[in-house]
Structure formats: structure tokens, C-alpha cells
């Protein structure tokens, strides 16, 4: 993996993650979060939104002027978005169901438009789908986190209605970690969202914080370990 494959894998993972360090697209982030099948549900339609479109992008950027690019890049990403929701709602109409009007709202998502006009509009196509991979899969991987969190803090289960997205089989995926007397709502109501956020954020920002202490510690330990010697 050359440079620039690193460098996209880094940002879109984590140094640059959608959700967690540019604060994009969290209204459905927020909304659909309360299972881990939904948010895993549309991180898949994400990705697949955010390669497609970011392929397309870089396909015909030098053939869009530049005065109407923003909105020619809207056209491709609602594009996609409809070949998602129509593909959802012929093979997996369950969960299009419980996602409701988030999987349209895909199209404005400020994280795919912004990949669209930073990266995809200036870079090859391989290169843009890339980026539109990692940056769909760290989306994803923040959606499937704070999905976790809430479903065990609000129901005590992880994968609950897993046959909404992988079909009857995945029934027997549903993990049942413990019961409720009395359900832990704020979980799974809106200000639990942005409380869950709220902890996942100032989680990668300790992490950041220790990286970077630990990296300006390591050069003052090995000065202090070298040592100086005279010639007489």
C-alpha cells in the first residue's frame, strides 16, 4: 500500500473521520441509531453511495464546468442514493421501513458532497473510491459504536432484528445480554444519541491527547538517554 492509500485509510478511519473529528451527517447518525441492524444498515447504503458517487465524480469532473459542478454532483449522488433505496426496498423492505426517510436524505448528506467537491472532483477515480471506502467505513464503524452503545444501555440486547437486514436465518443472531425491569430510555430517545456521541468524541479526543504526549515525551527521553563524550 503506497502513501496515499495509507494517508486516505488514516483520515477516513480516524485523523478525518466523518463523523467523529468533521461532525457530517450526524441527523441520521443520531436517528437511526438505537439498533445496531440500523446503523448497520445505512452504513452499508452510505459506503455504497460514497464509492459510487465518488467514482462518477472523479469520472467526469473534467467535463463539468465548473459554474454548475456542485449541483452536477448532487444529480450523481441522488443517483445512487435512488438505486439504494429502490434496491432496500425490493430485498430488504423490513429495514427500508424502520430507516424510513433517512436512506433519501443519504443526498444530503454533507459527508458524500463534501468528499464529492475536496477529493473526488481533484483526484483519479481508484484513488476516489478508495477514499470513498475508508471514509464510508469510518461513518459506518461511529454508526455501529453508538448503535451498540444505546441498544445495550436501552434493551440489554446487541443485533436485535438482524433478519431485517440479513434475512430470516439471522434471527438466531440476536444476543440477549441482559433483562430490563425498567428500560434505560434515555438510551434510546434523542438526548441519549447525542449524550453517546458526546462520550465517542471525547474518547478519540483522550486517545489523540495520549498519542500526542507520548510522541513529544519520546524525543526529551532520548536526549536525556544520549550521551555526550570529549575529545581530548
Not at 91 to 117: D, H, K, S
Given at each position: 500500500?503506497?502513501?496515499?492509500?495509507?494517508?486516505?485509510?488514516?483520515?477516513?478511519?480516524?485523523?478525518?473521520?466523518?463523523?467523529?473529528?468533521?461532525?457530517?451527517?450526524?441527523?441520521?447518525?443520531?436517528?437511526?441509531?438505537?439498533?445496531?441492524?440500523?446503523?448497520?444498515?445505512?452504513?452499508?447504503?452510505?459506503?455504497?453511495?460514497?464509492?459510487?458517487?465518488?467514482?462518477?465524480?472523479?469520472?467526469?469532473?473534467?467535463?463539468?464546468?465548473?459554474?454548475?459542478?456542485?449541483?452536477?454532483?448532487?444529480?450523481?449522488?441522488?443517483?445512487?442514493?435512488?438505486?439504494?433505496?429502490?434496491?432496500?426496498?425490493?430485498?430488504?423492505?423490513?429495514?427500508?421501513?424502520?430507516?424510513?426517510?433517512?436512506?433519501?436524505?443519504?443526498?444530503?448528506?454533507?459527508?458524500?458532497?463534501?468528499?464529492?467537491?475536496?477529493?473526488?472532483?481533484?483526484?483519479?477515480?481508484?484513488?476516489?473510491?478508495?477514499?470513498?471506502?475508508?471514509?464510508?467505513?469510518?461513518?459506518?464503524?461511529?454508526?455501529?459504536?453508538?448503535?451498540?452503545?444505546?441498544?445495550?444501555?436501552?434493551?440489554?440486547?446487541?443485533?436485535?432484528?438482524?433478519?431485517?437486514?440479513?434475512?430470516?436465518?439471522?434471527?438466531?443472531?440476536?444476543i440477549q445480554l441482559f433483562s430490563f425491569d425498567y428500560p434505560l430510555l434515555l438510551a434510546i430517545l434523542p438526548p441519549g444519541a447525542f449524550l453517546g456521541m458526546g462520550f465517542l468524541i471525547a474518547g478519540k479526543n483522550w486517545i489523540d491527547g495520549r498519542r500526542k504526549a507520548k510522541l513529544a515525551k519520546a524525543p526529551i527521553e532520548k536526549a536525556q538517554r544520549a550521551r555526550v563524550t570529549t575529545v581530548n
Open positions: 500500500m503506497n502513501t496515499e492509500y495509507q494517508t486516505l485509510a488514516k483520515d477516513g478511519l480516524w485523523e478525518n473521520n466523518p463523523a467523529l473529528v468533521q461532525l457530517l451527517g450526524l441527523c441520521p447518525l443520531l436517528a437511526v441509531t438505537g439498533t445496531v441492524t440500523n446503523a448497520l444498515g445505512l452504513g452499508i447504503a452510505t459506503i455504497l453511495v460514497l464509492v459510487g458517487s465518488n467514482i462518477t465524480v472523479s469520472l467526469v469532473r473534467n467535463w463539468v464546468p465548473n459554474e454548475i459542478r456542485i449541483p452536477v454532483f448532487v444529480i450523481v449522488i441522488a443517483t445512487f442514493v435512488t438505486l439504494v433505496e429502490l434496491t432496500m426496498n425490493a430485498f430488504t423492505y423490513g429495514l427500508f421501513m424502520a430507516l424510513g426517510i433517512f436512506i433519501p436524505l443519504i443526498v444530503t448528506n454533507c459527508a458524500i458532497i463534501g468528499r464529492a467537491e475536496a477529493y473526488a472532483s481533484k483526484n483519479n477515480w481508484y484513488h476516489s473510491a478508495f477514499d470513498g471506502l475508508m471514509m464510508g467505513i469510518g461513518f459506518t464503524a461511529v454508526l455501529i459504536a453508538l448503535g451498540a452503545l444505546r441498544e445495550i444501555l436501552g434493551q440489554g440486547t446487541l443485533f436485535a432484528g438482524a433478519e431485517l437486514l440479513l434475512g430470516e436465518w439471522a434471527r438466531d443472531l440476536k
